[in-house]
C-alpha cells in the first residue's frame, strides 16, 4: 500500500504545476504575439505606401524590362503634382510580367513603385498572412487554444488566398 502524500506536498505540487503551465501559456502568447508584430511591421513598409496614397504620386507602369529582382519601366501619372518618368523600379515577384501595365504609387523621394488598388493592399500584407499562419501553430501547441489557432490560421490562410487571386 501507498502512503498518502500529506496534504502541503500535494498542495506545493499542483502549485508547481500550474506556475509551469502558466508559464508555458505566457512564453507562448509572447512568441505568438512577436510573430504578429513582425507580420504586421514586415508588412507595414509596403502597406503604408499603399494605404495611406493621398499625397502620393499614383499612375502606371508598364513593365519593359526585368532583371534580378526588379522590373522596370516608363510611369504615368494619374494622379495632381505627379510628373511622367522614363523609369521606375517595381519589384519583380509572380505576377508582375513584361509587358503589363499595373496602377502604382510611387514611394516618396524615390523612383520605387509599389502596386496599388486591392491587389496591392492584398500583396503588402502577405507577409502579415504568414505570420498568422505560423502564430496559429504555436498557440496550438503551445498554449492548446485549438479555437484562436483555427482563427488565426484560416485568417492567414485567407489573406494569402485572396492576394493570390487578386494577382492573377
Known amino acids: 500500500m501507498i502512503p498518502a502524500m500529506p496534504a502541503s506536498a500535494s498542495t506545493a505540487r499542483q502549485a508547481s504545476v500550474s506556475a509551469l503551465r502558466f508559464g508555458r501559456v505566457a512564453a507562448t502568447g509572447a512568441l505568438a504575439a512577436l510573430i504578429v508584430?513582425?507580420?504586421?511591421r514586415g508588412s507595414w513598409g509596403t502597406a503604408q505606401h499603399v494605404m495611406l496614397a493621398k499625397g502620393r504620386e499614383s499612375g502606371s507602369v508598364t513593365v519593359t524590362r526585368c532583371a534580378g529582382d526588379t522590373c522596370t519601366g516608363p510611369f504615368v501619372p494619374s494622379s495632381a503634382g505627379a510628373r511622367p518618368r522614363a523609369r521606375v523600379e517595381i519589384g519583380k515577384s509572380v505576377a508582375v510580367r513584361t509587358g503589363s501595365t499595373y496602377s502604382v504609387v510611387l514611394k516618396p523621394g524615390t523612383g520605387e513603385a509599389v502596386r496599388s488598388g486591392p491587389a496591392g493592399i492584398l500583396y503588402a500584407w502577405v507577409p502579415l498572412g504568414g505570420a498568422l499562419l505560423l502564430a496559429s501553430v504555436v498557440?496550438?501547441?503551445?498554449m492548446r487554444l485549438a479555437r484562436v489557432a483555427w482563427v488565426l490560421g484560416l485568417s492567414g490562410a485567407v489573406l494569402l488566398t485572396a492576394a493570390f487571386v487578386a494577382l492573377q
Not at 508584430?37 to 504586421?40: H, I, N, Q, Y
Not at 498557440?139 to 503551445?142: D, L, N
Open 37 to 40: 508584430f513582425a507580420g504586421v
Open 139 to 142: 498557440v496550438a501547441g503551445g
